[in-house]
């Protein structure tokens, strides 16, 4: 609960939080863990939006569950760009925090920042990152619709969220492929609204690497550095190198 000026006044209970994730986990649907940590995070936090990634590099992360289209698009964007707060969250093993992106919040990434706002009604955006022990596997993300920071409550809140999100992962990561099978949900739309996977995007990495004679590696980055110059998603430049309604060999 808050008063008028958006303080607390009673404290965030978690615990009910954690025993429907553990209920959860031990059902025959674990990936409705997800969805109650994406719920949970938005109430606790008093955000409007969140979304929960795996990530193991620039090249390599896939949303796993969003709560709402604008969510799932800052995941979209930062990947598009390879850089941004859930990045820095990952490689940093700290929270992000961006509670004005008007006011100069993000200036480190002032590209992301502008076309955050350009594209969507975000104005702040708190990244937490999720790691078990040293190894960071992903972040937690969420925004405000208005430029306010979180109050010592969220913080810690969002803190505790992110580990409960890392064990959730971790407890999907079994030999009968349930992190697999998170991805296919999430995209489906099953975990929340519809998210992107990223073969596709590989796929047509491969395409440009055999077009332009270069690595995968090399070719990614023609990927990304098109869709950066041309103002779109990586994921629909990719669908269109596919489609061979592009190919980067012919663009000057």
Request: proline share 5%; with cysteine; glycine share 8%.
């Amino acid at each position: 609960m808050t008063d008028g000026a958006g303080r607390r006044d009673t404290p965030t209970d978690l615990t009910s939080m954690r025993d429907a994730v553990a209920l959860a986990l031990r059902g025959p649907d674990p990936t409705e863990a997800l969805r109650i940590v994406c719920r949970s995070t938005a109430d606790a936090l008093l955000v409007d939006g969140t979304a929960i990634s795996a990530i193991s590099g620039t090249r390599h992360r896939e949303t796993l569950c969003a709560s709402d289209d604008t969510a799932a698009e800052l995941e979209e964007l930062q990947y598009s760009l390879g850089e941004g707060p859930c990045f820095e969250a990952f490689d940093l093993g700290v929270p992000v925090l961006l509670p004005d992106l008007d006011a100069g919040a993000a200036a480190q990434w002032p590209v992301y920042a502008s076309r955050v706002v350009e594209r969507s009604p975000a104005r702040a955006v708190f990244v937490f990152p999720l790691s078990f022990g040293s190894l960071p596997i992903g972040s937690l993300s969420t925004y405000r619709l208005t430029p306010t920071p979180l109050d010592a409550e969220a913080l810690a809140a969002g803190s505790e969220l992110a580990q409960t999100a890392a064990l959730v992962l971790l407890g999907l990561q079994d030999p009968a492929g349930t992190a697999a099978r998170v991805q296919r949900e999430a995209a489906a739309g099953r975990l929340g609204v519809r998210v992107m996977r990223h073969e596709e995007v590989h796929m047509a990495a491969g395409m440009v690497a055999e077009q332009l004679h270069v690595s995968t590696e090399a070719a990614f980055d023609r990927l990304r550095g098109y869709a950066f110059v041309e103002t779109r998603l990586l994921v629909d430049v990719a669908s269109d190198v596919l489609a061979h309604r592009l190919r980067l060999d012919q663009v000057g």
